[in-house]
Nanobody
Framework: QVQLVESGGGLVQAGGSLRLSCAAS????????MGWYRQAPGKQRELVAQ?????????NYADSVKGRFTISRDNAKNTVYLQMNSLKVEDGAVYYC???????????????WGQGTQVTVSS
């Protein structure tokens, strides 16, 4: 089995910063990608940022967070980070870690989710 464990959420004032972490553990052969989604009350879950685990580690960001959020990875620790700067009230949501993981060399890609961590931004 594979688990994604998130940490780092909390309450911050607008303009402040938070850093989220997500560590993958369990039966992992390799990780294809890791990323962050968020879901605010009454809204659909949306992609925030994603990073490819291999090679150059290419990244993808939602337009709403470009220039403010940075996703990074530590492949040795199977961990992804999301540095969130210049936070806005509208960034408040439950943030979910997401990963595409192969559990063995067969190549089947499984998609996993973390349990979510709350980020609240006050005005």
């Amino acid at each position: 089995q594979v688990q994604l464990v998130e940490s780092g959420g909390g309450l911050v004032q607008a303009g402040g910063s938070l850093r989220l972490s997500c560590a993958a553990s369990g039966s992992i052969f390799n990780i294809a990608y890791m990323g962050w989604y968020r879901q605010a009350p009454g809204k659909q879950r949306e992609l925030v940022a994603q990073i490819i685990s291999g090679g150059s580690g290419s990244t993808n960001y939602a337009d709403s967070v470009k220039g403010r959020f940075t996703i990074s990875r530590d492949n040795a620790k199977n961990t992804v980070y999301l540095q969130m700067n210049s936070l806005k009230v509208e960034d408040g949501a439950v943030y979910y870690c997401n990963a595409g993981i192969r559990r063995e060399a067969s190549g089947v890609l499984w998609h996993y989710w973390g349990q979510g961590t709350q980020v609240t931004v006050s005005s």
